[in-house]
């Protein structure tokens, strides 16, 4: 396979136990349907707070005008990919094929991905205590209900991989 954007050929390296197709130039990297999912949810890696920060700042919705005007094409079908906003509102601009193959992501954007994923695992870690308390009393019920949607409806960790496994099956039948 070749580089979607600099056409080099893309070379078989280990992420986190997941085979994934690495740019040595560019340092993109392609995964194959399924594969974000494995990694998302693996999570050996631990980032700095300084990552995290330039994650989140870039935390923008919406695609930015750069990403919206080059085209990059799938290295197993040669469609031209739609670029996505990793989880609707992270700022991550990832590639998928239309067919269903995967997606693209630029250097630094997979360790960014995990990244922001950490950052929402942590948020979640460290409320559940009150989660726990409200969850106690019958009066807390409804409130931490509405807290729980409102989390989710923040950051619902583990929906990012779901929502590209349903996005690429979905293409892919079509
Ligand atoms: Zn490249
Ligand atoms: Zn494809």
Redesign the pocket.
């Known amino acids: 396979m070749k580089c979607p954007r600099c056409q080099s050929a893309l070379q078989v390296a280990t992420y986190e136990n997941v085979e994934v197709d690495r740019c040595a130039q560019c340092q993109g990297v392609w995964l194959d349907q399924g594969e974000i999912r494995q990694i998302v949810t693996t999570q050996d890696e631990k980032f700095t707070p300084e990552l995290v920060q330039e994650t989140l700042k870039k935390a923008l919705t919406g695609v930015p005008r750069d990403e919206q005007d080059s085209v990059e094409?799938?290295?197993?079908?040669?469609?031209p990919?739609n670029p996505q906003n990793y989880n609707y509102s992270s700022g991550i601009i990832v590639d998928v094929?239309?067919?269903?193959?995967?997606l693209w992501l630029d250097r630094d954007e997979l360790e960014k991905v995990q990244a922001h994923e950490e950052h929402w695992q942590a948020k979640l870690e460290k409320e559940r205590p009150q989660w726990n308390r409200l969850a106690a009393s019958a009066a807390g019920e409804l409130e931490e209900y509405r807290h729980l949607q409102d989390v989710k409806n923040k950051a619902p960790h583990g929906f990012v991989w779901r929502q590209f496994d349903r996005l690429l099956a979905k293409l892919g039948k079509s």
């Open positions: 094409l799938c290295p197993k079908c040669s469609t990919m094929c239309p067919g269903g193959h995967g």
